[in-house]
């Protein structure tokens, strides 16, 4: 299977990944993880991306697009999920083009999630340094996925400037992705607002449903 999940800032992709990529046996890929793995050992890729990032705008398509293609190329054998990736126009076709010789993929997932529950859920978020993944601000200070035990902080760019900049890059940018991939018969769409586990078992029955 080759899915994408769309969403806004906060929608929950990264929340909803893991488990999704567990069930249905596909390598689960973050594009904005990819580029915060780069952050400690502070590379170059990380030094030309940092000022976008923090800044809450997108990394030009010419770094993006290589870092992921080229994910995929490494990691794909077994289909793919991809989180934050195609986020506008250029990017879809870039993937389009590179899966010519399959079918391309098989179905976009649009989290629909209204803007005021984005941005209570963006101030309270902090991520683990290690694996990525994210959580609610409570007394935890450290990931419990598995064996992983990393340290929680708080994104440069889930300050409150960085998070409206992010909110209106989806809106210019990001959203005409859902025509796109309409007009393709590609894109399934579930309400993000629910609880956790709720959005979960949407996720699960859509695509259950769509691969049938
Ligand atoms: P990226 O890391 O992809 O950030 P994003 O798209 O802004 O999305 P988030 O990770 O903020 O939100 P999410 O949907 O994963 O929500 P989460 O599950 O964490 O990208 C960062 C930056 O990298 C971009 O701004 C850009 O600069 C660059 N970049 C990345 N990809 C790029 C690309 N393709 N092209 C160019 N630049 C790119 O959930 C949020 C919070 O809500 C968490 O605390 C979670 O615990 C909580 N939560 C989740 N679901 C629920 C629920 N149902 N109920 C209650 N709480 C919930
Ligand atoms: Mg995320």
Same mark, same amino acid.
């Given at each position: 299977m080759k899915l994408i999940l769309l969403g806004a =800032? %906060?929608? %929950?992709k990264g929340t909803q990944a893991l488990s999704l990529s567990e069930k249905f046996d596909i390598p689960w890929m973050s594009s904005g993880d990819l580029f915060r793995s780069h952050r400690k050992e502070n590379t170059d890729l990380w030094k030309q991306s940092f000022g976008y990032i923090e800044k809450g705008l997108l990394v030009p398509d010419s770094i993006t697009i290589n870092m992921v293609l080229s994910w995929i190329d490494e990691n794909s054998n077994k289909g793919f999920l991809l989180d %934050?990736? =195609?986020?506008n126009i250029y990017q879809a076709e870039s993937l389009e083009t590179h899966l010519d010789? @399959? @079918?391309?993929?098989d179905k976009a997932i649009y989290i629909s999630v209204p803007d005021e529950i984005l941005i209570d859920r963006l101030s309270s978020r902090v991520v683990c340094k290690v694996c990525g993944i994210p959580y609610t601000k409570s007394? #935890?200070? #450290?990931?419990?996925v598995k064996a992983c035990t990393g340290e929680l902080y708080q994104r440069e760019d889930d300050k409150p400037e960085s998070i409206k900049k992010r909110l209106q890059v989806f809106m210019d940018e990001t959203k005409p992705l859902i025509e796109y991939y309409n007009f393709r018969d590609k894109l399934i769409q579930i309400d993000g607002s629910g609880t956790v586990e709720s959005v979960r078992e949407s996720l699960e029955s859509s695509i259950l449903i769509s691969n049938k």
């Amino acid at each position: 299977m080759k899915l994408i999940l769309l969403g806004a =800032p %906060g929608a %929950g992709k990264g929340t909803q990944a893991l488990s999704l990529s567990e069930k249905f046996d596909i390598p689960w890929m973050s594009s904005g993880d990819l580029f915060r793995s780069h952050r400690k050992e502070n590379t170059d890729l990380w030094k030309q991306s940092f000022g976008y990032i923090e800044k809450g705008l997108l990394v030009p398509d010419s770094i993006t697009i290589n870092m992921v293609l080229s994910w995929i190329d490494e990691n794909s054998n077994k289909g793919f999920l991809l989180d %934050g990736f =195609p986020r506008n126009i250029y990017q879809a076709e870039s993937l389009e083009t590179h899966l010519d010789n @399959s @079918s391309g993929i098989d179905k976009a997932i649009y989290i629909s999630v209204p803007d005021e529950i984005l941005i209570d859920r963006l101030s309270s978020r902090v991520v683990c340094k290690v694996c990525g993944i994210p959580y609610t601000k409570s007394d #935890k200070n #450290k990931c419990t996925v598995k064996a992983c035990t990393g340290e929680l902080y708080q994104r440069e760019d889930d300050k409150p400037e960085s998070i409206k900049k992010r909110l209106q890059v989806f809106m210019d940018e990001t959203k005409p992705l859902i025509e796109y991939y309409n007009f393709r018969d590609k894109l399934i769409q579930i309400d993000g607002s629910g609880t956790v586990e709720s959005v979960r078992e949407s996720l699960e029955s859509s695509i259950l449903i769509s691969n049938k």
